[in-house]
Protein backbone atom coordinates (compact mmCIF):
# COMPACT_ATOMS: atom_id res chain seq x y z
CA UNK A 1 0.00 0.00 0.00
CA UNK A 2 1.42 3.89 -0.86
CA UNK A 3 0.39 7.03 -1.02
CA UNK A 4 0.70 8.61 -5.13
CA UNK A 5 2.76 11.39 -5.06
CA UNK A 6 1.53 14.11 -7.21
CA UNK A 7 2.37 14.12 -10.83
CA UNK A 8 5.72 16.03 -11.43
CA UNK A 9 4.30 17.54 -14.93
CA UNK A 10 3.43 21.21 -15.43
CA UNK A 11 0.31 21.48 -15.73
CA UNK A 12 -2.02 23.53 -18.21
CA UNK A 13 -5.37 23.15 -19.85
CA UNK A 14 -3.60 21.88 -22.69
CA UNK A 15 -1.79 19.31 -21.37
CA UNK A 16 -1.98 15.80 -23.34
CA UNK A 17 -5.07 14.45 -23.05
CA UNK A 18 -3.31 10.79 -22.86
CA UNK A 19 -1.69 11.71 -19.13
CA UNK A 20 -5.03 13.33 -17.69
CA UNK A 21 -7.78 11.48 -19.49
CA UNK A 22 -11.33 12.28 -19.28
CA UNK A 23 -13.52 10.75 -16.00
CA UNK A 24 -16.69 9.13 -17.48
CA UNK A 25 -20.29 10.24 -17.27
CA UNK A 26 -21.38 9.24 -13.67
CA UNK A 27 -24.65 9.28 -14.43
CA UNK A 28 -27.20 8.90 -16.91
CA UNK A 29 -27.73 11.73 -19.51
CA UNK A 30 -30.91 13.74 -18.29
CA UNK A 31 -33.56 14.03 -21.03
CA UNK A 32 -34.27 17.67 -20.04
CA UNK A 33 -31.29 19.41 -17.94
CA UNK A 34 -32.35 22.28 -16.50
CA UNK A 35 -30.95 25.33 -17.98
CA UNK A 36 -31.72 29.37 -17.36
CA UNK A 37 -32.57 31.04 -20.32
CA UNK A 38 -30.44 34.00 -21.47
CA UNK A 39 -32.90 36.93 -20.48
CA UNK A 40 -33.40 34.80 -16.96
CA UNK A 41 -29.38 34.79 -16.44
CA UNK A 42 -29.54 38.46 -17.67
CA UNK A 43 -32.33 39.38 -15.32
CA UNK A 44 -30.76 37.22 -12.01
CA UNK A 45 -27.36 38.99 -12.71
CA UNK A 46 -28.53 42.55 -12.31
CA UNK A 47 -31.04 41.51 -9.46
CA UNK A 48 -28.05 40.50 -7.75
CA UNK A 49 -25.01 42.64 -8.99
CA UNK A 50 -22.81 42.89 -5.92
CA UNK A 51 -22.91 39.49 -5.34
CA UNK A 52 -22.02 39.02 -8.89
CA UNK A 53 -18.99 41.35 -8.99
CA UNK A 54 -17.61 39.52 -6.22
CA UNK A 55 -17.87 36.23 -8.07
CA UNK A 56 -16.19 38.14 -10.75
CA UNK A 57 -13.44 39.97 -8.98
CA UNK A 58 -12.59 36.12 -7.29
CA UNK A 59 -12.36 34.43 -10.56
CA UNK A 60 -9.65 36.84 -12.12
CA UNK A 61 -7.34 35.64 -9.75
CA UNK A 62 -4.76 33.72 -12.03
CA UNK A 63 -5.50 30.12 -10.84
CA UNK A 64 -9.41 30.48 -11.99
CA UNK A 65 -8.52 32.02 -15.18
CA UNK A 66 -8.57 28.88 -17.21
CA UNK A 67 -11.37 27.50 -15.45
CA UNK A 68 -13.57 30.57 -16.70
CA UNK A 69 -12.28 31.05 -20.13
CA UNK A 70 -12.74 26.86 -20.86
CA UNK A 71 -16.70 27.44 -19.03
CA UNK A 72 -17.72 30.54 -19.70
CA UNK A 73 -20.97 29.63 -17.72
CA UNK A 74 -18.65 28.78 -14.17
CA UNK A 75 -19.67 32.16 -12.68
CA UNK A 76 -23.03 31.82 -13.24
CA UNK A 77 -23.46 28.00 -11.88
CA UNK A 78 -24.83 29.61 -8.29
CA UNK A 79 -27.87 31.40 -9.95
CA UNK A 80 -29.20 27.75 -10.55
CA UNK A 81 -32.03 26.62 -8.14
CA UNK A 82 -30.65 23.07 -8.50
CA UNK A 83 -27.14 24.12 -7.12
CA UNK A 84 -26.17 22.07 -3.91
CA UNK A 85 -29.27 21.65 -2.37
CA UNK A 86 -33.13 22.67 -3.02
CA UNK A 87 -34.28 25.34 -0.63
CA UNK A 88 -31.08 27.44 -1.29
CA UNK A 89 -31.72 31.43 -1.77
CA UNK A 90 -29.43 32.75 -4.29
CA UNK A 91 -27.73 34.37 -1.46
CA UNK A 92 -26.69 31.39 0.12
CA UNK A 93 -25.45 29.79 -3.10
CA UNK A 94 -23.63 32.72 -3.95
CA UNK A 95 -22.12 32.69 -0.40
CA UNK A 96 -21.12 29.22 -0.66
CA UNK A 97 -19.69 29.90 -4.15
CA UNK A 98 -17.41 32.34 -3.35
CA UNK A 99 -16.59 30.92 0.29
CA UNK A 100 -15.14 27.52 -1.43
CA UNK A 101 -12.94 29.21 -4.13
CA UNK A 102 -11.81 31.45 -1.43
CA UNK A 103 -10.89 28.85 0.90
CA UNK A 104 -9.41 26.73 -1.53
CA UNK A 105 -7.34 29.05 -3.34
CA UNK A 106 -5.79 30.01 0.62
CA UNK A 107 -5.70 26.23 1.07
CA UNK A 108 -3.38 24.88 -2.02
CA UNK A 109 -0.76 25.92 -3.46
CA UNK A 110 -1.11 27.23 -7.05
CA UNK A 111 0.18 23.69 -8.74
CA UNK A 112 -2.33 21.48 -7.07
CA UNK A 113 -4.78 24.33 -7.18
CA UNK A 114 -4.55 23.66 -10.87
CA UNK A 115 -4.49 20.22 -10.54
CA UNK A 116 -7.63 19.91 -8.87
CA UNK A 117 -9.46 22.71 -10.80
CA UNK A 118 -8.93 21.04 -14.04
CA UNK A 119 -7.91 16.89 -13.78
CA UNK A 120 -7.41 14.62 -10.43
CA UNK A 121 -5.41 14.97 -7.62
CA UNK A 122 -4.54 11.03 -6.55
CA UNK A 123 -4.24 11.15 -2.90
CA UNK A 124 -3.91 7.45 -2.02
CA UNK A 125 -3.23 3.92 -3.81
CA UNK A 126 -3.69 0.13 -2.83
CA UNK A 127 -2.61 -2.28 -4.53
CA UNK A 128 -4.08 -5.89 -4.14
CA UNK A 129 -4.49 -9.17 -6.48
CA UNK A 130 -2.91 -7.02 -9.21
CA UNK A 131 -5.34 -4.80 -9.29
CA UNK A 132 -4.73 -0.97 -8.36
CA UNK A 133 -7.62 0.81 -6.17
CA UNK A 134 -7.30 4.55 -6.24
CA UNK A 135 -8.32 7.43 -4.08
CA UNK A 136 -8.47 10.65 -6.32
CA UNK A 137 -9.80 14.34 -5.82
CA UNK A 138 -10.74 16.63 -8.86
CA UNK A 139 -13.36 19.36 -9.38
CA UNK A 140 -16.66 17.88 -9.73
CA UNK A 141 -17.44 16.95 -13.65
CA UNK A 142 -20.05 16.77 -15.01
CA UNK A 143 -22.48 16.46 -12.40
CA UNK A 144 -20.86 19.80 -11.27
CA UNK A 145 -24.08 21.45 -9.54
CA UNK A 146 -24.04 18.31 -7.12
CA UNK A 147 -21.06 19.90 -5.06
CA UNK A 148 -17.60 22.41 -5.98
CA UNK A 149 -15.12 19.30 -5.37
CA UNK A 150 -15.30 15.41 -5.42
CA UNK A 151 -13.80 12.60 -3.86
CA UNK A 152 -13.39 9.09 -6.29
CA UNK A 153 -12.63 5.50 -5.77
CA UNK A 154 -10.78 3.94 -8.70
CA UNK A 155 -10.28 0.55 -10.30
CA UNK A 156 -7.70 0.25 -12.40
CA UNK A 157 -8.28 4.18 -12.97
CA UNK A 158 -11.90 3.70 -13.36
CA UNK A 159 -14.41 6.00 -11.04
CA UNK A 160 -16.30 3.76 -9.53
CA UNK A 161 -17.36 5.13 -6.43
CA UNK A 162 -18.09 9.11 -5.90
CA UNK A 163 -18.53 11.63 -2.66
CA UNK A 164 -19.05 15.00 -4.17
CA UNK A 165 -18.59 18.39 -0.96
CA UNK A 166 -17.81 22.01 -0.95
CA UNK A 167 -16.27 24.31 1.42
CA UNK A 168 -19.55 26.30 2.79
CA UNK A 169 -20.23 28.86 5.79
CA UNK A 170 -21.68 26.68 8.49
CA UNK A 171 -24.46 29.64 8.99
CA UNK A 172 -25.93 28.39 5.62
CA UNK A 173 -26.72 24.80 6.75
CA UNK A 174 -27.95 26.64 10.50
CA UNK A 175 -24.50 24.92 11.75
CA UNK A 176 -22.70 25.60 14.52
CA UNK A 177 -18.90 25.88 13.33
CA UNK A 178 -18.11 28.86 11.50
CA UNK A 179 -17.39 26.34 8.34
CA UNK A 180 -18.43 22.78 7.40
CA UNK A 181 -17.90 20.43 4.58
CA UNK A 182 -21.38 20.10 3.03
CA UNK A 183 -21.77 16.39 1.07
CA UNK A 184 -24.49 16.78 -1.49
CA UNK A 185 -23.66 13.60 -3.59
CA UNK A 186 -23.27 9.76 -2.90
CA UNK A 187 -23.32 7.84 -5.98
CA UNK A 188 -22.12 4.81 -7.68
CA UNK A 189 -21.39 5.15 -11.25
CA UNK A 190 -24.05 3.89 -13.74
CA UNK A 191 -23.22 0.51 -14.85
CA UNK A 192 -20.62 -0.42 -12.47
CA UNK A 193 -20.96 -4.50 -11.99
CA UNK A 194 -21.61 -5.77 -8.80
CA UNK A 195 -18.38 -7.77 -8.89
CA UNK A 196 -16.65 -4.72 -8.95
CA UNK A 197 -17.86 -3.63 -5.69
CA UNK A 198 -17.70 -6.85 -4.42
CA UNK A 199 -13.77 -6.44 -5.14
CA UNK A 200 -13.42 -2.88 -4.10
CA UNK A 201 -15.29 -4.03 -0.44
CA UNK A 202 -12.85 -7.16 -0.38
CA UNK A 203 -10.05 -4.71 -0.73
CA UNK A 204 -11.07 -2.21 1.86
CA UNK A 205 -11.83 -5.02 4.79
CA UNK A 206 -15.52 -4.76 4.24
CA UNK A 207 -15.77 -1.09 4.54
CA UNK A 208 -18.54 0.09 1.94
CA UNK A 209 -17.13 2.99 -0.40
CA UNK A 210 -19.40 5.78 0.58
CA UNK A 211 -17.85 5.33 4.63
CA UNK A 212 -14.23 4.90 2.92
CA UNK A 213 -14.76 8.10 1.34
CA UNK A 214 -16.31 9.93 4.04
CA UNK A 215 -13.27 8.72 6.11
CA UNK A 216 -10.67 10.55 3.42
CA UNK A 217 -13.33 12.95 3.74
CA UNK A 218 -12.25 13.36 7.82
CA UNK A 219 -8.84 13.35 6.75
CA UNK A 220 -9.24 16.84 4.50
CA UNK A 221 -11.11 18.07 6.84
CA UNK A 222 -8.43 17.75 9.56
CA UNK A 223 -5.52 19.18 7.21
CA UNK A 224 -7.56 22.11 6.47
CA UNK A 225 -9.04 22.83 9.96
CA UNK A 226 -12.69 22.45 9.40
CA UNK A 227 -14.42 21.11 13.07
CA UNK A 228 -18.26 19.87 11.04
CA UNK A 229 -19.02 17.86 8.04
CA UNK A 230 -22.75 18.18 6.66
CA UNK A 231 -24.74 16.07 4.54
CA UNK A 232 -28.20 16.82 2.36
CA UNK A 233 -31.50 14.96 3.45
CA UNK A 234 -33.30 13.32 0.53
CA UNK A 235 -35.59 16.31 0.08
CA UNK A 236 -32.99 18.95 0.14
CA UNK A 237 -30.95 16.76 -2.50
CA UNK A 238 -30.72 18.42 -5.71
CA UNK A 239 -32.64 15.53 -7.48
CA UNK A 240 -35.39 14.75 -5.29
CA UNK A 241 -38.87 13.83 -6.87
CA UNK A 242 -41.63 11.86 -6.20
CA UNK A 243 -40.09 8.63 -8.09
CA UNK A 244 -36.49 8.43 -6.34
CA UNK A 245 -37.40 10.06 -3.04
CA UNK A 246 -37.33 6.51 -1.35
CA UNK A 247 -34.14 5.32 -2.79
CA UNK A 248 -32.47 8.80 -1.72
CA UNK A 249 -33.39 8.27 2.17
CA UNK A 250 -31.44 5.11 1.58
CA UNK A 251 -28.61 6.84 0.15
CA UNK A 252 -28.68 9.86 2.18
CA UNK A 253 -31.01 9.82 5.37
CA UNK A 254 -30.35 6.48 6.60
CA UNK A 255 -26.20 6.40 5.93
CA UNK A 256 -25.87 9.62 7.89
CA UNK A 257 -28.70 8.70 10.72
CA UNK A 258 -26.72 4.84 11.03
CA UNK A 259 -23.20 6.71 11.33
CA UNK A 260 -24.82 9.11 14.49
CA UNK A 261 -24.96 12.83 12.24
CA UNK A 262 -27.78 14.45 13.74
CA UNK A 263 -30.59 16.11 11.39
CA UNK A 264 -31.13 19.32 11.45
CA UNK A 265 -34.52 21.41 11.17
CA UNK A 266 -32.72 23.30 7.93
CA UNK A 267 -32.39 19.25 6.73
CA UNK A 268 -29.21 19.04 6.96
CA UNK A 269 -27.31 16.22 8.51
CA UNK A 270 -24.29 17.40 10.82
CA UNK A 271 -21.45 15.40 12.86
CA UNK A 272 -18.52 16.65 14.33
CA UNK A 273 -14.95 15.82 12.77
CA UNK A 274 -13.61 13.42 14.29
CA UNK A 275 -16.91 11.38 13.95
CA UNK A 276 -17.61 9.39 16.71
CA UNK A 277 -17.84 6.16 16.47
CA UNK A 278 -19.19 3.42 18.64
CA UNK A 279 -16.66 1.67 22.14
CA UNK A 280 -15.52 -1.50 20.91
CA UNK A 281 -16.48 -2.51 24.43
CA UNK A 282 -20.17 -2.15 23.38
CA UNK A 283 -19.43 -4.79 19.91
CA UNK A 284 -20.07 -8.12 20.38
CA UNK A 285 -16.58 -10.06 21.52
CA UNK A 286 -17.40 -12.64 18.62
CA UNK A 287 -17.25 -9.49 16.26
CA UNK A 288 -14.31 -7.09 17.90
CA UNK A 289 -11.59 -8.47 15.63
CA UNK A 290 -13.23 -7.49 12.50
CA UNK A 291 -14.09 -4.17 13.44
CA UNK A 292 -10.50 -3.55 14.50
CA UNK A 293 -9.86 -4.38 10.86
CA UNK A 294 -12.20 -1.89 9.89
CA UNK A 295 -11.07 0.55 11.87
CA UNK A 296 -8.02 0.15 10.51
CA UNK A 297 -8.80 0.90 7.13
CA UNK A 298 -10.95 3.67 7.81
CA UNK A 299 -7.89 5.15 9.98
CA UNK A 300 -5.54 4.71 6.71
CA UNK A 301 -7.92 6.32 4.80
CA UNK A 302 -8.31 9.68 7.03
CA UNK A 303 -4.54 9.69 7.74
CA UNK A 304 -3.64 9.41 3.48
CA UNK A 305 -5.91 12.16 2.57
CA UNK A 306 -4.58 14.42 5.90
CA UNK A 307 -0.92 13.60 4.54
CA UNK A 308 -1.22 14.75 1.20
CA UNK A 309 -2.75 18.29 2.27
CA UNK A 310 0.03 18.28 5.52
CA UNK A 311 2.45 18.00 2.38
CA UNK A 312 0.81 20.05 -0.16
CA UNK A 313 0.88 23.42 1.52
CA UNK A 314 1.39 26.72 0.03
CA UNK A 315 4.61 27.90 0.73
CA UNK A 316 4.65 31.07 3.73
CA UNK A 317 5.88 32.85 0.90
CA UNK A 318 3.06 32.71 -1.53
CA UNK A 319 1.46 36.07 -1.86
CA UNK A 320 -1.14 34.24 -2.42
CA UNK A 321 -1.27 33.41 1.74
CA UNK A 322 -2.35 37.50 1.95
CA UNK A 323 -6.07 37.09 3.10
CA UNK A 324 -8.83 37.82 0.99
CA UNK A 325 -11.90 40.06 1.83
CA UNK A 326 -14.06 37.52 3.32
CA UNK A 327 -17.59 36.93 2.49
CA UNK A 328 -20.34 36.91 5.63
CA UNK A 329 -24.09 36.69 5.19
CA UNK A 330 -24.62 40.52 5.67
CA UNK A 331 -22.39 41.22 2.78
CA UNK A 332 -23.67 38.69 0.18
CA UNK A 333 -27.22 39.34 1.52
CA UNK A 334 -27.27 42.96 1.27
CA UNK A 335 -25.84 42.18 -2.46
CA UNK A 336 -28.54 39.85 -3.61
CA UNK A 337 -31.87 40.48 -4.12
CA UNK A 338 -32.78 36.62 -3.76
CA UNK A 339 -35.21 37.05 -6.88
CA UNK A 340 -35.45 33.46 -8.43
CA UNK A 341 -37.20 34.56 -11.82
Known amino acids: MSTSPIDATT ?6 ADLHPERP ?5 RSAPSRIPVPGIIKQVLGNIQTHRRVRRLLKLPAFIDTVENNPKFAFKYLTWQYLAQGL ?9 L ?17 VLHWD ?12 FTLSMGRSRPCYKEGELSLHLKIDGEIFFTLA ?18 ISRLQGTYGCYPDQMKLATKAMHGIRPRTALLCALEGIAQAWDIREV ?7 HTSC ?3 CERSLLKSYDDFFAELGFVRNPAGFFLAPVPIKEIPLEQISAGNRARAKKNRAFKQQMREASLAFFYKHQPAASDPRLSPLPQINSDEVLSGSSNSES
Do not use: K, M
Not at 11 to 16: D, G, I, T
Open 99 to 115: HHYQSLHTLLPDRVLRQ
Open 11 to 16: FSPSAP
Open 25 to 29: CLARP
Open 230 to 236: AGVSAIR
Open 121 to 132: VPLHEIHQDHIC
Open 165 to 182: FTIVPGWVVEANAAEVLL
Open 241 to 243: CAD
Open 89 to 97: TIAERAACF
